[in-house]
Structures are given as C-alpha cells and as structure tokens.
Nanobody, 121 residues
C-alpha cells in the first residue's frame, strides 16, 4: 500500500514557475514508478510525466522542455519542477504510483488527491 500527498500548487502568472511535491508513505516507494497527471475542467485526465524506479523519465510532448520530474528515494518524494507556465497548464495535478513507468492512468495503482495549479494570463 502506498499513500500519496501532493503539495506546491497555487496561483502563478504566465511565464512563472512552481515546484510540486509528491510525498509517499510505504517502505516500497523506491520500487514504484511515479507519474504526474493533470485534469483541467471539462477535460479528461492526461499524462504529464513519469519517472521509473531507476530515475528514467518520460514527458508529455507539450511539457518536455519546461517541466522536470525527479525523485529523492531517501525522502520518499517525487518533484515536478514546472517552468515557463502558461494558462493551458491550469489543472489539478495528481501524482500516482505504479509498478510500470507508463504514460497512462490505468497503469497506476495508487493516487493522491491532487493539487490545483492556476496560471493567469
């Protein structure tokens, strides 16, 4: 069992930056892939980034040059550094844990409750 808690969301102006954190409980955290997904109002949940247990990362095309995912297994925490934010990045951001580092929500076994990111123009 893995419990996930996101933090770091908020309101930021276009062009600004935020760093999201995903704190996990459970002794097996280091063996899980951790992904970030987001859901904007009226839209389906979409993939943002995922990092494997051995820190190989994959990104959604529209964020690849702006976002960076990283993990600190000693702290049971995964981070999402988001730079050059634009209004289209506005969404609730969720972190999730799964055995495979796949870019699909169905591959994830555990989910946090999300943190809201709002980017104003």
């Amino acid at each position: 069992q893995v419990q996930l808690v996101e933090s770091g969301g908020g309101l930021v102006q276009a062009g600004g930056s935020l760093r999201l954190s995903c704190a996990a409980s459970g002794r097996t955290f280091s063996s899980y892939a951790i992904g970030w997904f987001r859901q904007a109002p009226g839209k389906e949940r979409e993939f943002v980034a995922v990092i494997s247990w051995n820190s190989i990362s994959t990104y959604f095309a529209s964020v690849k040059c702006r976002f960076t995912i990283s993990r600190d297994n000693a702290k049971n925490t995964v981070y999402l550094q988001m730079n050059s934010l634009n209004p289209e990045d506005t969404a609730v951001y969720y972190c999730a844990a799964g055995r495979l580092a796949l870019a699909t929500p169905s591959a994830m076994d555990y989910w946090g409750k999300g943190t809201l990111v709002t980017v104003s123009s």
